[in-house]
């Protein structure tokens, strides 16, 4: 039996729409074996299927290794569904993973990425999974992923509702176009963003991670957006955005503490949580 231990997402980051992503430090833990049926465990009833997004991971890359079996999976999830934190990228990454280490490790980890990309739709989010750390990827011949530098000093705090919100919800507020200014903003601030993320540069991340291709028209549909925006500022953070499609929130400070500053003032619904950046995606370990 393997463990994969896989790491939460947040996409986006701002002005990096459907591009950028960031690995953080909260974790879902998957124990697999190859099985002859399908044997999910720890997992909602409704989700112990074939539909799994785990098991359509490992699924897909059986078809491509030519091997037959199914797997003997043991849920351990720490990542909330729908919340924008990755939790669908983190099941696939981890059952796409599992099938190649099972089967002899025969994929490299850009055709994994790739493999994965092509199932989840959002390679933002299933780049941090694989490579770790803070991403770029992009339609080349391929799709393809770059990695970034981030200031070790940058601290992530996620502020996460009680509510759900479907990224299909999340997209479909979405204008059908974009014009030619709103796009150069976003690829002005994009650039200014990752050299701001790389030097910790306070006052450039504050302007550099504004963005008006999705926060402007998503906002609305996150309850209390603009207190909590309020509230971080209040507090010292360096930067406030949308994590993925939301409802989460990521505040990015120099505080490895921010929570502690923030969570008196808030919605006690709310869960805050302080992440740093994870420089692995996952971590495979046999038991
Ligand atoms: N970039 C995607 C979006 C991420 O914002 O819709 C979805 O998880």
Known sequence: MIEIKICATSANLGPGFDTLGVALSLYNYFKVEISDELIIENCEEKYCNENNLFYIGYQTVCEILNVHDKCHVIFDTNIPISRGLGSSASLICAGAIAANYLHGNILSKDEIFRICSSIEGHPDNIAPCIYGGLTASFEGKNIMAISLPVHPDIHFTAIIPDYELSTKDAREALPKEVNMHDAIYNISHVVAMMHALEKNDKELLRVAC????????????????????????????TAFMISGAGPTCLVLSNFSNFSSAIIDSLDHNLKIIDLSVDFNGHIVKEL
């Open 210 to 237: 504004l963005d008006k291709l999705h926060q402007p028209y998503r906002k609305s549909l996150i309850k209390d957006y603009d207190l909590y925006e309020k509230v971080c500022f209040d507090n010292q953070a």
